[in-house]
């Protein structure tokens, strides 16, 4: 029987509240393990399964996830999140599997398209905390959720380096099988199912239109530079995706049950949060992508002043400080999103990114200089995703948080994908020389400092867009509610103020 933190049933003990957001909290950290601890293993996978496409491996879980999120969503608010969260953890261990035992590339691609299924989870993690958490304690909650992905940032490389060095690449797929493979009876006995529920038809129209189509975006926007930006294919690859959004708002405004309230999506509220949102996680992965080229291109080369030569474990003790001050961000910037508003949170998260982009633009070398930046990193990554969390789940009524939330997340994953591939073509017209024989690129100074000044132009426009937005100036609240004046719904009842004893 899992816990019961309804307080109408009872006195909600604090024990018991941090039991059940451990579990969750635990269970979420594989969405970042799927990529974080393949990313180092595909050099080893090209090899052995005699490929030249290996990107792939990361590209179909983005894609996969991307395409199933928002029916995941609308599935979540209408039969339960915790009963779609088990089946997605159940999907996911099967495609592990299949990864782990793959002999050929497309069955191992289609493992991990089986893993993308869990790409989502910590949007639907936020939505499960906000309806079952005392509502005065969501706010802190979320954060602590968002410190997984610090956890993970911390832990996963320095995993995933274990086993690739003591069992090979496919030690990473076995170890992913096993930890979900054991969380998922603690899952089902600990935490509580989310009493939010939407009685109305899946709109299917809207979610084929939806998720295949940012699916169809991502795949323009990653394969744009090997096709060619000015190419027939990626032309028309770009425009079937767009065509595909343009006709699912259409077809909201005319459907008899919408996917989602088009005054909510574009509403004073959600709107101008995916926009901020979208330009400060733009500097987030730039940085991402930036920091490894920079610090494991070999020191000392001709006509370049960056370069440190670290071997992947040496990239990760380097910047192991991200890890550490994102898992005490996380909940800081929840605290702070109760006590002043997640708007403040976020607008901290954006400035911390700019003064990164600015000191990234140094091409900073030494490990005391690159640990500073990586702790700003942190605190800037801990308090985006707090922030971001409350701000998404205040904008939204509680029967549509599940789906309002795979639709911030599907927001997030294209704006990341986009992020990597312009920051590619800034350095790339900034190429010092190219390895004839492995085809590695060495890159100019420019390079990096442009890629970081890029960044921050696209950032500053999510600040001045947090700056300006009304919401999320006010104390988070846990979600909205329906003195919010918001399209409401007859499900949309908001829960009675709890508390922790």
């Known amino acids: 029987m899992a816990l019961d933190l309804d307080r109408s049933h009872g006195t909600v003990s604090r024990r018991r509240v941090f039991v059940v957001l451990s579990v969750i909290i635990f269970f979420s950290e594989i969405a970042a393990f799927e990529i974080l601890m393949v990313y180092p293993a595909m050099p080893h996978m090209a090899p052995a399964f005699k490929t030249l496409n290996i990107a792939w491996v990361a590209s179909i879980v983005t894609l996969t996830g991307a395409t199933l999120m928002p029916l995941l969503g609308k599935a979540s608010d209408k039969w339960g999140k915790k009963r779609v969260i088990l089946s997605l953890g159940i999907i996911f261990v099967a495609g592990s599997i299949v990864c782990a035992v793959a002999t050929t590339f497309p069955v191992l691609l289609v493992g991990r398209a089986l893993q993308g299924a869990l790409v989502g989870i910590i949007a639907l993690s936020y939505s499960l905390v906000r309806d079952i958490m005392p509502r005065d304690f969501v706010p802190v909650a979320l954060g602590m959720v968002a410190t997984g992905i610090g956890m993970s940032g911390l832990l996963g490389p320095f995993i995933a380096g274990w086993l690739i060095d003591g069992f090979g690449f496919r030690g990473i797929f076995w170890f992913m099988a096993i930890y979900v493979a054991a969380l998922l009876p603690l899952y089902w006995a600990v935490v509580p199912e989310s009493p939010v529920r939407i009685a109305q038809p899946v709109d299917f129209l809207g979610t084929l239109l939806l998720g295949p189509g940012v699916g169809v975006l991502l795949f323009g926007v990653t394969n744009g530079t090997d096709w060619g930006w000015s190419s027939g294919r990626t032309i028309t690859v770009l425009t079937c995706g767009a065509a595909m959004l343009v006709g699912f708002v259409a077809w909201q405004r005319i459907a008899p049950h919408p996917l989602i309230d088009l005054r909510i999506l574009f509403g004073r509220r959600l709107c101008p949060t995916l926009l901020a949102v979208a330009g400060i996680s733009y500097m987030m992965s730039a940085h991402a992508l930036i920091m490894p080229t920079m610090l494991q291109t070999p020191a000392q080369l001709p006509g370049i002043s960056y370069g440190a030569g670290l071997s992947a474990t040496q990239y990760a003790v380097w910047t192991c400080p991200m890890g550490i001050a994102g898992m005490l961000a996380g909940p800081l910037g929840g605290y702070l999103a109760r ?160 508390s922790i004893s």
């Open 339 to 498: 006590r002043v508003g997640a708007r403040q949170v976020l607008l901290a998260a954006g400035s911390l990114f700019l003064i990164v982009m600015l000191l990234g633009a140094q091409l900073f070398t030494l490990q005391w200089q690159i640990a500073i930046l990586s702790m700003i990193a942190g605190f800037a990554l801990g308090f985006l995703h707090s922030s971001n969390a409350n701000l998404v789940q205040d904008a939204l009524p509680a029967p549509q948080s599940g789906v309002g939330t795979a639709i911030a997340g599907l927001s997030m994953q294209l704006t990341n994908s986009v992020a990597v591939t312009v920051t590619g073509i800034v350095m790339a017209r900034h190429v010092q020389a190219v390895d004839p024989s492995t085809f590695s690129v060495l890159y100019s100074d420019s390079a990096i400092s442009s890629g970081y000044v890029y960044a921050a132009t696209i950032g500053l426009v999510g600040v001045l867009t947090a700056l300006l937005m009304k919401h999320g100036r006010t104390p988070a609240q846990g979600g909205l509610q329906r003195s919010d004046r918001q399209p409401q719904d007859d499900h949309d009842q908001p829960r009675s103020a709890q």
